[in-house]
């Protein structure tokens, strides 16, 4: 028999694995892969995502890695920019092409007279070695075919090629528009460590790591990649995952040795980066958000706020203002006690930001 999992179990082991009930004295790299990196649509979301993670985190050390090519901005699962430990990249890249695959059939029917893997063959061509503003490798691109579009071009382009979004873009002072670079160039070549269902395996083994206990579906809606059951029941097979049954009767999936947590442990006052991935992209977001306080946080323009969490739950969003002051909207009442946690804790970010 599945072990029946508690609504806060269930909320209090995420926490607890994706370090917001404690922030963790790690390395920025260490956390990094253990949430299997981070979204990164916002270039400084990362920044954010790992302050509310990490005891007295310096942007710098993660610039550092960064400008260093330890990690890497790129177009990943889903199609979604992520922060990745580059290393990982080489192997997830591939996994994730099918949401690409998607994309390059509607670029295609843009095309007037080129081929589209011709398109992407100039693309590597004209990239290799070289790292090109989007503007820039648009124009390039159309000089070889005149006849299309330089957006259809660079769409088709960043479809159909590992491309990496390099420094200035994505420091946490840079600026500047996307400039693309082919991921084996930027970091060096190299060979992907796995591929195919054992690299499918690996990937639901660090998601759980980070995100678990979790159902198939979630594994799915934040990787893009469809077809997980088999793999997923294997694995159960196998002896390397354990089977729960969550609050609503849902099946869930854990790895084998990784323990839960009570439910009664203290969850502080957290706030976290715009499109926070325990968020975003999330099939088994009942455990940390109720449907109708995250439609709230859904802009017409596809921008994400940043998210405050109160007692371990969705509880309001959080923005910069124009004097780069911390401006929070709770969708709760709160208590003296939790106002006085949320207080202190903008005070923290307030000084993270200014420093």
Known sequence: MAQALTAGQWNRTLLHRQHLLARADEDAIEV??????????????????????????????????????????MALLRGTVFLVDGQDARWIRPLAQAAFDTGLREHRRHLVSADADAVIAEARAVLSCAALRVADLGARLAERFPDETPTTLTALARSGLPLVQVPPRGLWAGRGTPTYQLLDDWIGPGEAALADDEARRELIRLYL???????????????????????????????????????????????????????????????????????????????????????????????????????????????????????????????????AELDDEITRLTGFVAG
């Open 209 to 339: 790591r980070g995100f678990g206990p979790a159902s198939v579906a979630a594994i799915q809606t934040w990787s893009g990649i469809r077809g997980l059951h088999p793999i997923v029941e294997a694995m159960e097979r196998d002896w390397e995952l354990l089977e729960y049954t969550g609050p609503d009767g849902q099946k869930l999936y854990d790895l084998e040795g990784l323990p839960l947590v009570d439910a009664d442990r203290p969850a502080p006052v957290r706030l976290i980066a715009p499109f926070d991935h325990v968020l975003v992209a999330q099939g088994d977001r009942a455990r940390i958000a109720d449907d109708d306080l995250f439609a709230r946080t859904v802009t017409p323009n596809g921008r994400s706020p940043g998210f405050v969490l109160v007692d371990g739950r969705l509880a309001g969003t959080w923005r910069l203002d124009a004097d780069a002051a911390v401006a929070v909207e709770l969708f709760v009442a709160v208590d003296r006690r939790t106002r």
């Open 32 to 73: 990094i892969d253990r949430l299997v990196g981070m979204q990164s649509q916002d270039p400084r979301a990362a920044f954010f995502g790992l302050f509310s993670r990490i005891e007295d985190f310096d942007p710098g050390e993660l610039d550092t890695l960064i400008t260093d090519r330890e990690v890497v901005r």
